[in-house]
């Protein structure tokens, strides 16, 4: 016999519980193989042992122990049912948060990748409008589209230069408003441009307002605003500009047809033979005249309002407070209001990344406490 039958049989071999045959084999064997008949010794020395010990005497409500134990047991194996199709439902349920939290995080990178590149906003109709309490720098203007000469308007062909005006409103507060006039006529001088108006006042607290209108050529248009918002606190910011250039292109044609026309009437007045005719030609050409004078009239003002740039200027003069009144001024109740105002928007935004965060983490939670509820069963 093998040695792993041998010891399968080894208890039934000590209680002489086989039959002759298989009786005879294990002995044969135990005979031949020390391992074995090691193995059989330390069982036999086991029984002995048992055998000679006292007999144990069970608790008096043993019984009744037992039985609630059993009833435990049962209890306990209904509910590993339960307890599996909760862990499966919440495995399901963690699956389909995990998978949707997935599939909007794909959804959102297809979206972005599939968007096109961000093109440069067409220059027609361009107006850009800004205001600001403070000495921010300037966006670079000077590379904004409307600056770009090379762009193709619509309806045009590219051979046509682009007709572009523009115009700013700048205030800004200064301790000395003479000093920053000063400083303006040497920003026209260097832009070779020109103050078109100036007027001055002041009012009952004491403020000194100085309003100029400055014309500067087109090319230094954004160069001249950013340094004029170097020269003090800016209170108010506005730049505007429209493209033109079809209006502009369009009254030149009507021009040319109209001089066209007024060509052709003078030729008919020379060979006009009486009065009648000459009277109903004069008052056609005068008319066609009038429209000319006109449409040549808007040119030049185009024309001016392209190549010279206007930036209407307001410098205000810094009011001078005492001590107390620069602490308990409108300003103080002003600062304590956005003080409070922004603390709330904090503690609410703080309260909203926490949530979002909860959320955000809600399905991996799930997911840590399904494995740990299954360790537990499984433990069990």
């Not at 103050?195 to 500067?216: A, F, M, P």
Request: proline letters at 3%; hydrophobic letters at 40%.
């Amino acid at each position: 016999m093998e040695c792993y039958a041998v010891r399968r049989l080894l208890n039934l071999y000590i209680d002489e519980e086989l039959d002759r045959k298989s009786m005879d084999d294990v002995r044969t064997h135990l005979d031949s193989c020390e391992e074995c008949k090691l193995e059989y010794n330390e069982l036999l020395y086991t029984k002995r042992l048992l055998e000679n010990m006292p007999p144990l005497e069970l608790p008096d409500n043993f019984g009744e122990m037992l039985h609630i134990k059993l009833i435990e047991e049962k209890k306990n194996n209904r509910r590993k049912p339960i307890k599996r199709m909760f862990a499966i439902a919440a495995a399901v349920i963690a699956s389909i948060f995990v998978l949707s939290f997935g599939f909007d995080f794909l959804m959102n990178n297809i979206k972005l990748s599939s968007q096109p590149p961000l093109s440069v906003k067409s220059a027609a109709n361009y107006s850009s409008e800004a205001s600001t309490g403070g000495k921010e720098a300037a966006p670079n203007l000077k590379n904004s589209v409307y600056s770009s000469s090379n762009q193709t308007n619509r309806g045009l062909d590219s051979g046509y230069e682009r007709k572009i005006t523009k115009d700013a409103a700048i205030s800004i507060e200064m301790n000395s408003v003479d000093e920053g006039y000063n400083k303006i006529l040497n920003i026209s001088k260097q832009y070779n441009g020109y103050i078109e108006s100036t007027s001055e006042n002041t009012s009952e607290s004491g403020q000194k307002t100085v309003n100029i209108v400055l014309k500067i050529p087109a090319d230094d248009f954004e160069y001249a605003i950013s340094n004029i918002k170097s020269l003090g606190h800016v209170k108010m910011i506005r730049i505007n500009s429209s493209d033109i250039t079809e209006q502009y292109y369009d009254v030149q044609a009507r021009i040319k047809n109209l001089e066209i026309q007024e060509e052709s009437l003078q030729n008919l007045m020379k060979k006009a033979s009486n009065i009648s005719d000459i009277l109903q030609i004069e008052d056609k050409l005068n008319d066609v005249q009038t429209q000319i004078d006109s449409y040549k009239s808007q040119i030049k003002l185009w024309d001016s309002m392209t190549n010279m740039s206007t930036i209407n200027l307001t410098f205000l003069s810094v009011v001078p407070q005492s001590a107390i009144g620069k602490i308990f001024d409108g300003s103080f109740f002003k600062d304590v209001l956005n003080a409070g105002a922004k603390s709330f928007n904090v503690f609410f935004e703080f309260i909203k990344y926490v949530i979002v965060m909860i959320i955000y983490l809600l399905p991996f939670a799930i997911l840590i406490y399904l494995a740990y509820k299954g360790y537990r069963l499984f433990k069990k």
